[in-house]
Structure formats: structure tokens, C-alpha cells
């Protein structure tokens, strides 16, 4: 797919990506990037391969009988998580859904079993591991519509997967990633052409906080 790249994700998020140590919801985020950007795909391997070479240079060092044993607990699930996104980086995108995602949603957006959230506005909560806390999920918004207010969730990650959205922070089109830190406020309005789907990972569980996209949160599980 041909797109112009404007908004990247954060250095440290790339940095987190290459080591493998980020939450799943987030890792499937910045997986769908770099099936958009070559230059952030090229600049994950740079740092996959310095990270190989200084892990080569490291002393071994000695463990309790019981540290390998909770290590290799604490840091199975989320592991394995990872490699679920991050095993074929890289893999470029041919159509409106990412390889790493198509192999949860499948390869059409139109396809996919949304849920009404408010007006001008679905949703479809992407499947994680189990054991993986945060949150992934989809939306659609109709052009010119805005997402409902939310609760702060932690860290957010969000990429365009159709169309395009504008916020305080700029507008975000295919490929394009918005990577928040905690606590930033903002309010995307999809563009009134097209409108917009977008796919969001937040550290924490997302949580509407106006009261019928609240209401069916809780009563439907959305």
C-alpha cells in the first residue's frame, strides 16, 4: 500500500518493540505500523541487532535456585504475547488491514462483527492472550463524528486504518500513529469525508464516561 507516513511512534516505543518487553495491546499497534513504514521497520532491526550484539557482551552472573523459575513465570504470557505480533515484522500491507492483524480480524474491515457504542460511532474489542492486561480495540467513526469521552487508561497507542482523524495534536491518516502518554487529553473528530477506523491499544482497560456508551459498556461487555 502506497501512504505517506507523517506521525511515527515514540523512540522509546520502537526501543520497547525491538526488546520484545511491550504489553500485547501495544505490540499489535506498532506491529500494524511497520507494515505501513519502512523506515520505522528498518530502524526496529538496527536496534534488534545492537541489542543482540550487547546481550552478547554480557557477563553471566549467578541466580538463586528459585530466580530462573519466577522469571520464566512472570515473562511467559507477556513472551508470548509478543511473538504473537512481532514474530514477521515487517510484512508489508496490501490492503486496509495489517498482515499481523488480519490474522485476528481477518483481511476486510467491513467484515468485522462491530458493536454500536453511540451515535455515528462502533466498536470491536480485539481478543489479547490470556493473562495480558490492557486494552485493544477498534473503531469506526462516521465522518465528522468524535469518540466518546473516556476514562484515562494509562499510555495509548493508536494507528489509522481507513480514512483519517483530526485532534488537538494534529491529523492522523493511514499508517499514521498517535502515541500518548498518560494523562494527554484528546478528542479525535473523524474526517467528513471519509470517516475513519482506527485501531487502539491503551495500557489499562478502556472505560467510556458518558452515560449510554457507559451503560452498554457494562451491560454488554463492549
Known sequence: METTITHHPDIASLMC????????????????????????CAEVRRMQKIGAVLFDTLEPAK????????????????????????????????????????ALIGERLDDVPWRWVSPGVWTYRVPLSEGCGGDLRLFRISPGRTLPEREDAGCELTIIL?????????????????????????????????????????????????GLPRL???????
Open 17 to 40: 518493540c525491538s526488546a520484545g518487553s511491550q504489553p500485547e495491546a501495544c505490540a499489535a499497534v506498532i506491529a500494524s505500523h511497520l507494515a505501513y513504514c519502512p523506515a520505522c
Open 63 to 102: 541466580l538463586s535456585e528459585s530466580a530462573p523459575i519466577i522469571a520464566m513465570r512472570a515473562c511467559e504470557s507477556e513472551k508470548d504475547a509478543n511473538e504473537r505480533w512481532m514474530g514477521a515484522p515487517c510484512k508489508a500491507c496490501k490492503g486496509d488491514v495489517p498482515p499481523p492483524l488480519a
Open 162 to 210: 481507513r480514512g483519517s482523524y483530526t485532534d488537538e495534536l494534529g491529523t492522523y491518516r493511514a499508517g499514521d500513529v498517535a502515541d500518548l502518554d498518560e494523562g494527554v487529553a484528546h478528542g479525535p473528530v473523524a474526517c467528513p469525508e471519509k470517516g475513519c477506523i482506527c485501531l487502539t491499544a491503551t495500557e489499562k482497560k478502556l472505560r467510556f464516561k458518558s
Open 216 to 222: 452498554l459498556q457494562s451491560v454488554f461487555g463492549l
